[in-house]
């Protein structure tokens, strides 16, 4: 029997998967802010959106009738609030059985990102971070943004030029936090597609410390004075970034070296920022997997939504 052409076709041309966006919603105000966030940056890369709740109860079909319906108004609640938002966005919803940070992993496997809603401080701003959050952010095998409650589509965005908030004037800076000891593609090429996607301006930040003498080595950078130390650094950050220069020559760039504590660079340069973007070396510890110093100050402590792009 002769095979239908259209099958062939289809074969050796098989469908595109478009990954989508995923946030995590549990019904908590700062679960739908990160829902908002995450169906704007649906729209800038043209992904759909998907809802995720996770539950931990009975398998489907045996839980009580008020768990069901709990379950399903979460979602429920979360879906029309983005419909209302974003009419011509292509949403669904997915209820996943288990613990939250194995069901949110699961889900982020399938995933474009993920976006998760925490807490602001009482005293200060930033990040209030609940054991599932930091789980999903230290065993995440592709990129988690962090947003806080609160977060309005005009925090993104520049004042007008009254100084009053608005959703029609340009991007705030996208702020890369990169390690020239150890600068990683993955996480440099998501800070330029995120400024391209915005027009916005890309800040690339290097802080660097005095070495102590142990740590010195024959023809070592640490041997030069601070201002050619200085140097070295603003050299070396400008030959890393040339090559993400030419590829995405449509975003501007401001090459900012340091010398200063990182987490406390990171905290100021991230300061009016629309996006900050910090690396995270996905490694075994002896006490399980976590962020280092500087992710784990920037997703405490930054009021802007924070991505952390996990790498090798």
């Known amino acids: 029997m002769r095979a239908d052409p259209a099958q062939e076709v ?23 802010a990160a829902a908002e966030w995450a169906a704007r940056e649906a729209v800038r890369r043209e992904r759909p959106l998907r809802l995720v709740h996770a539950w931990n109860g009975h398998p489907p079909g045996s839980e009580g009738i008020a768990d069901r319906d709990l379950d399903r108004s979460v979602l429920r609640q979360a879906e029309e609030k983005i419909r ?13 059985q288990g613990p939250a940070t194995a069901a949110l992993l699961k889900a982020a496997e399938r995933a474009e990102l993920l976006v998760l809603g925490s807490r602001g401080l009482s005293g200060f701003t930033g990040f209030l971070l609940g054991s599932v959050a930091l789980g999903v952010v230290a065993r995440a095998t592709g990129p988690v943004v962090l ?8 925090d993104e965005r520049l004042p007008a030029a009254d100084g009053s908030t608005s959703t029609q004037t340009g991007y705030r800076d ?45 023809g070592d950078i640490a041997l030069l004075n601070g201002p050619q ?31 200063e504590k990182p987490s406390t ?19 075994e510890r002896p006490a399980g997997p976590r962020t ?21």
């Not at 947003?147 to 005009?154: K, L, M």
């Not at 600068?183 to 800070?191: Q, R």
């Not at 784990?296 to 952390?308: E, G, K, L, N, R």
Request: glycine share 6%; with cysteine; hydrophobic share 50%.
């Open 147 to 154: 947003v806080r409650a609160g977060e309005e589509a005009e």
């Open 265 to 283: 660079a990171l905290l100021r340069a991230a300061s009016g920022a629309s996006l900050l973007v910090v690396g995270h070396r996905l490694t």
């Open 84 to 96: 209302r938002s974003h009419a011509g966005l292509h949403l669904d919803g997915e209820r996943i």
């Open 174 to 218: 996208v702020v890369l936090a990169l390690d020239l000891g150890d600068p990683c593609d993955e996480v440099i090429e998501f800070a330029f597609e995120a400024a391209r996607l915005r027009r916005a301006r890309l800040r690339a930040v290097h802080a660097w410390q005095d070495p102590s003498a142990l740590s010195l080595g024959p």
């Open 292 to 312: 280092g110093p500087v992710t784990h100050a920037a997703i405490h402590h930054v009021s802007c939504p924070v991505a952390v792009v996990p790498h090798a």
């Open 10 to 32: 289809r074969a050796m041309f098989p469908p595109v998967v478009v990954e989508p966006v995923v946030a995590g919603v549990d019904g908590s105000a700062e679960s739908l």
């Open 229 to 259: 130390r200085a140097q070295e650094w603003q050299g070396f950050l400008s030959a890393v970034l040339q090559v993400w220069r030419d590829k995405y020559p449509e975003v501007e760039v401001v090459e900012t070296v340091v010398r």
